[in-house]
Antibody
């Protein structure tokens, strides 16, 4: 069965950096685009970033562009989110999510942006 | 960016009730609309994709309809496990992915 397990969250001071990881299993990781979505305490869902199945294409929400970097290591079945210059407003639970589309044929670009499996989330708190 | 607006923001209902949640897009998104369920402290779960396709394993009391700008999520007979927050999400023009603000379904 599909499993996504995030790690790397914690408390960090404003302006500092943190790297989140998402370990994937139960599916062919290298065939699927992957997303990061966050949820501030008591708030709704906010999409953060997407990476294509092969890592060649990446897009970001305007709120994190230039500060966050999404990447993946298909040999390790792991997705990453490098977060720099963190701000209080980045405080949230961060979820990784798998895209619905199987890109093993090599032609689906980023996927279809249907998020069919999610990890349990990891909490990032930005506070001095 | 396409804006998604859900109504109502919250809703009280009883077990056995039929419930409808509405989602409106700021422009036409054809049928590129997905619904998620989230329980407190848990990750969202995909319920319906492409406006009306039921995700594998999701009970048939859930259904979705609509196209263009107006969509609905229906729960035919509420069960205790259905009390949660529901989000719509457009996948027509992405990135960025955009979600509705959520509808909290509570027990009356």
């Amino acid at each position: 069965q599909v499993q996504l397990v995030e790690s790397g969250g914690g408390v960090v001071q404003p302006g500092r950096s943190l790297r989140l990881s998402c370990a994937a299993s139960g599916f062919t990781f290298s065939s699927y685009g992957m997303h990061w979505v966050r949820q501030a305490p008591g708030k709704g869902l906010e999409w953060v970033a997407v990476i294509s199945y092969d890592g060649s294409n990446k897009y970001y929400a305007d709120s994190v562009k230039g500060r966050f970097t999404i990447s993946r290591d298909n040999s390790k079945n792991t997705l990453y989110l490098q977060m720099n210059s963190l701000r209080a407003e980045d405080t949230a639970v961060y979820y990784c999510a798998k895209d619905f589309a199987d890109c093993s044929g090599g032609s689906c670009y980023l996927g279809v942006s249907i998020l069919d499996y999610w990890g349990q989330g990891t909490l990032v708190t930005v506070s001095s | 960016d396409i804006q998604m607006t859900q109504s109502p923001s919250s809703l009280s209902a009883s077990v056995g009730d039929r419930v409808t949640i509405t989602c409106r897009a700021s422009q036409s998104i054809s049928s590129y609309l997905n619904w998620y369920q989230q329980k407190p402290g848990k990750a969202p779960k995909l319920l319906i994709y492409a406006a009306s396709s039921l995700q594998s394993g999701v009970p048939s009391r859930f259904s979705g309809s609509g196209s263009g700008t107006d969509f609905t999520l229906n729960i035919s007979s509420l069960q205790p496990d259905d009390f949660a927050t529901y989000y719509c999400q457009q996948s027509y023009t992405t990135p960025p992915v955009t979600f509705g603000q959520g509808t909290k379904l509570e027990i009356k």
